[in-house]
């Protein structure tokens, strides 16, 4: 196999088992190529990556070593991804009632999902995370988004039990919004003890529902890494029950009768 054809299917084997230790004579054997030539195919390959502002290949020496590609989006594609989504929730003919915004066009769009996934997978790369937890069911695309690119599973907390996953462990929550008592359940074989999680949502007023996640989690012995959502409410600073999150748009205003919105840059970059 000719060096340039040995580039292209080992970037994309690498692109497509992100955070995944892969030996150099793993891509020896399988190109028929030295392992002297495979390092410096990896040289080539984790310098592009960098110039494009993708992510990097982290080695790791002695005989379990390897190579590992590590998603990391550039400050300028991150700023210039998030200038794109302000931009586009702040039409007017988003707005619902109760001050939400329609954004089902953009966690639909497997594009935009993906980018906004990657932009997470940067930010909790080295937290050694080992599921993605989500509640159903707007949260669901994005959730898989962000396990794409950290390799882990997708554990999906739901209102009510389903038949088909057995046993379950469920809480009541207060709502941080409505201040009402809702259920919340997770199929006891989701998770194991000790197991690193991020929880990942879509939208978040007061925090209720993520609170009302972790406390479940508790009852797993899971150790809640990071909170990633997709867009905050700023109305709700004040009575928010959840501050250790990550934000990527904030919704300042949502004026309905002047049908007017303001999106800004959620927390992401502090």
């Known amino acids: 196999m000719k060096r340039s054809d040995r580039l ?18 793993f891509f020896s054997d399988t190109y028929g190529a030295a392992k002297s030539s495979i390092s410096e195919d990896l040289s080539i390959i984790n310098h592009m990556f960098k110039e494009d502002g993708i992510g990097y290949l982290e080695s790791i020496s002695g005989a379990a070593g390897g190579v590992k590609y590590v998603p990391n989006v550039s400050i300028n594609k991150s700023e210039s991804m998030i200038d794109k989504l302000c931009k586009e929730l702040e039409d007017p003919n988003r707005i619902l009632p109760g001050g939400y915004l329609f954004m089902s066009d953009i966690l639909g769009t497997p594009i935009t999902i993906r980018e906004i996934g990657r932009l997470f997978a940067s930010r909790f790369a080295g937290l050694n995370i080992d599921s993605i937890v989500t509640v159903a069911t707007k949260g669901i695309p994005l959730a898989y988004a962000v396990a794409s690119y950290l390799n882990v599973p997708v554990v999906i907390v739901r209102r009510d039990p389903k038949v088909t996953e057995g046993s379950t462990v469920s809480i009541n929550y207060v709502s941080g919004s409505s201040k009402k008592i809702q259920t919340m359940v997770l199929s006891k074989r989701s998770l194991k003890p ?12 007061a925090g209720g529902t993520i609170n009302g996640m972790r406390n479940l989690l508790q ?48 927390n992401y970059f502090e």
């Open 219 to 266: 009852e797993f012995d899971a150790n809640v890494k990071a909170i990633g959502v997709l867009a905050e409410a700023e109305d709700e600073e004040e009575d928010r029950v959840v501050d250790d999150y990550t934000s990527l748009l904030q919704i300042k205003n949502v004026d309905s009768n002047s049908k007017q919105i303001e999106v800004i840059k959620g």
């Open 194 to 205: 000790g197991e690193n999680v991020c929880i990942i949502d879509d939208f978040m007023k």
């Open 8 to 25: 292209v299917t080992m970037t994309n084997y690498l692109v497509e088992h992100p955070m995944e230790l892969i030996s150099l004579p």
